[in-house]
């Protein structure tokens, strides 16, 4: 069974960085994929995604912050994440994207804004 596993989160102070990996299954190199986030009390959201035609398209509130990639030979998908904001603190989960495979959300990656 394919598995989606994230990493690369942590505590970083506004205005930082990082980047965000998830390790995908072969049966995602045809699959458009996105970066979804979870913050304490609100619902889980889109905020990045990568058409299987290369678009990308990014939720307003991460707009020219975050960028999206994926490296199909090694069933990787990216999240960089730069001027980082105390309101992007949440768990970060990759799926299929604009459609979440339901029974395949890993445990995510906590990311932490805070200085």
């Known amino acids: 069974q394919e598995q989606l596993v994230e990493s690369g989160g942590g505590l970083a102070q506004p205005g930082g960085s990082l980047r965000l990996s998830c390790t995908t299954g072969s049966a995602f190199a045809l699959t458009g994929m996105g970066w979804y986030r979870q913050a304490p009390g609100n619902q889980r959201e889109l905020v990045a995604r990568r058409a299987d035609d290369a678009r990308t398209y990014y939720t307003d509130s991460v707009k020219g912050r975050f960028t999206i990639s994926r490296d199909n030979a090694k069933s990787m998908v990216y999240l960089q994440m730069n001027s980082l904001k105390p309101e992007d603190t949440a768990v970060y989960y990759c799926?299929?994207?604009?459609?979440?495979?339901?029974?395949?959300w890993g445990q995510g990656t906590q990311v932490t804004v805070s200085s």
């Open positions: 799926n299929s994207a604009p459609l979440p495979v339901e029974n395949l």
